[in-house]
T-cell receptor, first 113, second 113 residues
């Protein structure tokens, strides 16, 4: 089915370890986003890519890096994981105007111990 | 800056109505509404663009007052399936804020039989 695919769905890391969260969409959307969701905080934007070849910081970019590999794929990297990065991470995509809203992936539940 | 949603939580009996409000301190280009069920990804409900339009989706509708920088989501004759957390997402005008949504902290809606 068309949509946004995130991998992995669950991950446990030790403090200081690194990992990359993968995201791919097959809807030919221009824009892609990474959000984190913490209890009581809503969804907070980490990084986004308005179009292929561009990336920009969101509200909470510290400790993360991103790569827009091509139009379909947008990855999020944690270089040195910290317990404060324990969260649920959602990737989303939208068409150029966002007129039809964002389509979210199913999320990655990350625990850093 | 996150938009402010109110109320934080609401409990209804099946068939009752509810209103969820979303207020921003910035001039808005668009407001999105999403519903998220526990353990799932947010799902797009509707978008309201600058122009003060009102839109509907089944028994769920919304309004957007751009002068007041506010939007309201109306749920009428609520059904059990309406239970979940509702988020508004706002897209601000200019200043590098285009093409990205800032989400409120959410409103937990519980519909009981």
């Amino acid at each position: 089915n068309a949509g946004v695919t995130q991998t992995p769905k669950f991950q446990v890391l030790k403090t200081g370890q690194s990992m990359t969260l993968q995201c791919a969409q097959d809807m030919n959307h221009n824009s892609m986003y990474w959000y984190r969701q913490d209890p009581g905080m809503g969804l907070r934007l980490i990084y986004y890519s308005a179009s292929e070849g561009t990336t920009d910081k969101g509200e909470v970019p510290n400790g993360y890096n991103v790569s827009r590999l091509n139009k379909r794929e947008f990855s999020l990297r944690l270089e040195s994981a910290a317990p404060s990065q324990t969260s649920v991470y959602f990737c989303a995509s939208s068409g150029f105007t966002g007129y039809y809203g964002y389509t979210f992936g199913s999320g990655t539940r990350l625990t850093v111990v | 800056q996150q938009p402010v949603q109110s109320p934080q939580a609401v409990i209804l009996r099946e068939g009752e109505d509810a209103v969820i409000n979303c207020s921003s301190s910035k001039a808005l280009y668009s407001v999105h509404w999403y519903r998220q069920k526990h353990g799932e990804a947010p799902v797009f409900l509707m978008i309201l663009l600058k122009g003060g339009e009102q839109k509907g989706h089944e028994k769920i509708s919304a309004s957007f007052n751009e002068k007041k920088q506010q939007s309201s989501l109306y749920l009428t004759a609520s059904q059990l399936s309406y239970s979940g957390t509702y988020f508004c997402g706002t897209e601000s005008l200019g200043g590098g804020s285009n093409y990205k949504l800032t989400f409120g902290k959410g409103t937990l809606l519980t519909v009981n039989p």
